[in-house]
């Protein structure tokens, strides 16, 4: 079981970056493949990027080059580093597993200018 915590949204302009974090207390995070995911208004959740237990990853096309995904298993952590940010990556963001367990309240990512 375990439930994610994610921190770290917040207000930032275009080309401005953020960087989130995830930490759950109930499960050893670095035996698990883990993800952020993203909601934006109207749209369905989306897999953004994800971070094997090797530490591979995997970007959606629309962040590859912008966004970094890594992990921190002494922190029992996971971070997402996000630059270049744009307008149309606002969303509220959530860690998870790629089979998704029970969901966080998430952090919210707001881009405008």
């Known amino acids: 079981q375990g439930q994610f915590v994610e921190s770290g949204g917040g207000l930032v302009q275009p080309g401005g970056s953020l960087r989130l974090s995830c930490a759950n207390s109930g499960i050893i995070l670095s035996i698990y493949d883990v993800g952020w995911y993203r909601q934006a208004p109207g749209k369905q959740r989306e897999l953004v990027a994800t971070?094997?237990?090797?530490?591979?990853?995997n970007y959606t096309e629309s962040v590859k080059g912008r966004f970094t995904i890594s992990r921190d298993n002494a922190k029992n952590t996971m971070s997402l580093q996000m630059n270049s940010l744009k307008p149309e990556d606002t969303a509220v963001y959530y860690c998870?597993?790629?089979?998704?367990?029970?969901w966080g309240q998430g952090t919210q990512v707001t881009v405008s200018a």
């Open positions: 998870n597993t790629p089979t998704p367990r029970t």
């Open positions: 971070i094997t237990t090797t530490s591979t990853t």
